[in-house]
């Protein structure tokens, strides 16, 4: 089973996006490109990455200095617990609401009002859930 995070993990999860049509597919619809990171709460820098160009990513694995459009943390107890039962729509907005969840760059409440970026967000949840 692959660490979370890891190179490995990371490319994992690139992979099942990328074979998944509710995610890439629905963002290709809105040209989405963004660079995501994320990472532990405690740490000050990020721990993974994820290049999303037109709805594909081309690029996951190890934060090296990239420059972020979304930033995610959270600490490693809540990422296990999504990893094992993946936050849904209102599960989602209690973590963001209890600090549980935290975006240091990103504007998620734009984000999750718009049914083009939520769902697909909200499913990639799913996608790490399968990961191992």
């Known amino acids: 089973m692959a660490e979370l995070f890891s190179e490995e993990w990371m490319n994992q999860l690139k ?47 190890n934060w090296k200095d990239e420059e972020s459009d979304w930033d995610m943390r959270a600490d490693l107890s809540s990422w296990k617990k999504w990893m094992k039962k993946p936050l849904g729509l209102s599960a989602m907005g ?21 049914p083009s970026m939520a769902g697909p967000f909200i499913r990639s949840f799913s996608l790490m859930s399968q990961i191992g």
Not at 94 to 114: C, E, P, Q, R, S
């Open 15 to 61: 992979d099942a996006w990328n074979n998944d049509p509710e995610i890439k597919d629905k963002l290709a619809e809105i040209k989405f490109n963004s660079v995501i990171t994320c990472g532990y709460q405690s740490e000050e820098k990020p721990t993974s990455v994820f290049v999303v160009k037109n709805g594909e990513c081309i690029h996951a694995g």
């Open 94 to 114: 209690m973590a963001v609401a209890t600090g549980k969840l935290k975006f240091n760059k990103g504007d998620y409440d734009n984000m999750i009002k718009n």
